[in-house]
Nanobody
Framework: HVQLVESGGGSVQAGGSLTLSCTAS????????MGWFRQAPGKEREGIVS????????YRTDSVKGRFAISRDNANNTVYLQINGLKPEDTAMYYC????????????????????WGQGTQVTVS
């Protein structure tokens, strides 16, 4: 049974930073493609960044590339999302996702490509 559990969200002031964690059980984060998504109120869930087995990360847009960073700790079976320079428009529920293959693909941001999802962690920026 695969389970992804996110943590680290919270309420922060604009300009602050957060590190979100996604800890997996029943699944090895080092062996497959992992990703972070977010869903703002009234909007569709969107991809932020993916990380393949080889350690190559792909950001959805240039606007997040400079402020968001994905990393992986294989020993703790955890994937992180570091967010710096938080803005009010970053307010959203943040989700971790895992694919059932080691590559992410060019259209990794399509929700249907992901096999497993966490329950999300809320980030609120004021």
């Amino acid at each position: 049974h695969v389970q992804l559990v996110e943590s680290g969200g919270g309420s922060v002031q604009a300009g602050g930073s957060l590190t979100l964690s996604c800890t997996a059980s029943g699944y090895s984060v080092s062996s497959a493609c992992m990703g972070w998504f977010r869903q703002a109120p009234g909007k569709e869930r969107e991809g932020i960044v993916s990380l393949n087995r080889a350690g190559v990360s792909t950001y959805r847009t240039d606007s997040v590339k400079g402020r968001f960073a994905i990393s992986r700790d294989n020993a703790n079976n955890t994937v992180y999302l570091q967010i710096n320079g938080l803005k009010p428009e970053d307010t959203a529920m943040y989700y971790c996702a895992a694919r059932d293959r080691e590559t992410c693909g060019a259209t990794w941001y399509a929700l249907s490509r992901w096999a497993y999802w966490g329950q999300g962690t809320q980030v609120t920026v004021s």
